[in-house]
Nanobody, 124 residues
Framework: QVQLVESGGGLVQAGDSLRLSCAAS????????MGWFRQAPGKEREFVSA????????YYADSVKGRFTFSRDNAKNTVYLQMNSLKPEDTAVYYC?????????????????WGQGTQVTVSS
């Protein structure tokens, strides 16, 4: 299994930027896919973005497309979620995830490793 540690959350104002990091260790593999999900209070966990380790192709939820960028650093086994033009509705706990590159990238069940989560709060 893969161990994931997120960092970079915080409290910002609407329009600001944040960069989340997720360091992976353990049984990492270039055949894996990484994902970011978020969960706001009282809501279900939802897909934000995914990236394939093998070729760096990334995918985004419509709500963040054009504002968020998912990237990877193979040498550091770390992925990053650059979040720009943040909105109050982006407020949530953000979770990093990892799983084999099969199945649908926006489904929670496609990932078998999860980080502890990092809080992002955007004030208006």
């Amino acid at each position: 299994q893969v161990q994931l540690v997120e960092s970079g959350g915080g409290l910002v104002q609407a329009g600001d930027s944040l960069r989340l990091s997720c360091a992976a260790s353990g049984r990492t593999s270039r055949s894996y896919r990484m994902g970011w999900f978020r969960q706001a209070p009282g809501k279900e966990r939802e897909f934000v973005s995914a990236i394939r380790w093998s070729d760096g192709n990334s995918y985004y939820a419509d709500s963040v497309k054009g504002r968020f960028t998912f990237s990877r650093d193979n040498a550091k086994n770390t992925v990053y979620l650059q979040m720009n033009s943040l909105k109050p509705e982006d407020t949530a706990v953000y979770y990093c995830s990892a799983g084999r590159d099969i199945g649908l990238n926006y489904e929670i069940g496609s990932y078998d490793s999860w980080g502890q989560g990092t809080q992002v709060t955007v004030s208006s």
